[in-house]
């Protein structure tokens, strides 16, 4: 059923992660925000933080950035630790590294009749606004095998190329040896020319996905943490799966009835419906049979009736 298909994905999505470090959010958002990419956090850690996570040198920790969207599937900027980590098999091309390109899965090439050296436009993050990012266009470069539904449909980029398509950097095409000032993303363009608006310290990263499943490790790291409880939130993803899955039993249990309720109701409202239509209908029945058709072919012509009544019921519904 789809409630079972949702368990297992949260299972074995939730499992595979030890842990989920990043700015102080709600746990679900950044549980949700990290793992299936469905929203950035409403606030990132900044460069600076990772990299003080990572130096205490308990655990190894992939960065991921979630930035807009292609075709209305979510752009992820990260490391080549990610591939390794997620076992993302490449079978054409390779990981992205250098800037403007990004993968895709197999499964989503397929689907939209995608290949390597296709390019793919970044969606505006918002028409309204005048200083929003201007969308830029991403080369396919590798296309790989994906066991998880989120990594299936989303694609994967570096984490330079994510904070310019947010706006965080760019680069101008020169023109009759003019600098162009539209902004774009141009992976021939000499480095000197491409530059970033911020302190690179400064620069968003949605979660660090820390590797180990070591209890141990996993302790020490909880231990430090909680000293700086202000600046981080840590999110254990088995505990947030299991809320999550008892959240949903509950309210399956809830619904199932309610259903068999409201499919009883509707049974008898449609009895109801049909049985004043056959006394309304009583007259011009008796009409018929007084000008001498038989009672066998009135049965016919009101079992017609009755069953383009249904039908027109049903179809209304749908």
């Given amino acids: 059923s789809t409630v079972e298909q949702f368990q297992k994905v949260i299972t074995s999505r939730s499992e595979s992660t030890s ?33 003080e996570l990572l130096a205490m040198g308990q655990y190894e920790g992939t960065p991921i950035l ?32 250098r ?11 397929q689907k939209r009749s995608l290949a390597i050296g296709m390019t793919l436009q970044t969606q505006p993050s918002d028409l309204f606004k005048l200083n929003a ?15 998880h539904p989120a990594d299936q449909t989303a694609h994967f980029t570096t984490l330079t190329t994510a904070w310019a398509a947010l706006g965080y950097a760019h ?31 400064s ?22 943490l909680s000293q700086k409880s202000q600046s981080f939130t840590l999110v254990e993803p088995n505990k947030i799966a299991k809320k999550t899955l008892n959240l949903t039993d509950n309210i399956h249990r809830i ?10 109701l509707t049974l008898s409202l449609i009895f109801l419906m049909l049985t004043q239509r056959y006394f309304a209908r009583a007259p011009i029945r008796e009409g018929l049979f007084a000008l001498g058709l038989g009672r066998r072919h009135i049965f016919l012509l009101s079992l017609r009736e009755y069953m383009i009544f249904i039908f027109l019921i049903g179809t209304d519904r749908k």
């Fill in 255 to 264: 619904l199932n009835p309610l259903l068999a309720t409201l499919s009883l």
């Fill in 19 to 51: 842990l989920i470090i990043g700015a102080l959010n709600s746990p679900y958002d950044l549980f949700f925000g990290s793992l299936y990419f469905t929203d950035p956090p409403d606030h990132p850690l900044r460069v600076e933080q990772v990299d």
């Fill in 203 to 224: 620069l968003p990263i949605s979660a660090l996905l820390m590797h180990s499943q070591n209890a141990k490790k996993r302790s020490i790291l909880k231990a430090r």
């Fill in 133 to 147: 990012p201007y969308p830029i266009e991403l080369t396919i470069i590798g296309i790989f095998k994906a066991r």
């Fill in 66 to 97: 979630v930035t807009t969207e292609i075709d209305r599937l979510p752009l992820v900027g990260t490391d080549a630790t990610y591939y390794t980590y997620r076992d993302l098999r490449f079978v054409k091309g390779r990981a992205p590294h």
């Fill in 171 to 201: 680069s101008h095409h020169e023109r009759i040896g003019a600098l162009d000032s539209s902004l774009v993303v141009d992976q021939s363009v000499k480095l000197d020319r491409f530059h970033l608006h911020n302190d690179p310290d």
């Fill in 99 to 109: 800037l403007g390109e990004v993968c895709v899965s197999e499964t989503s090439a």
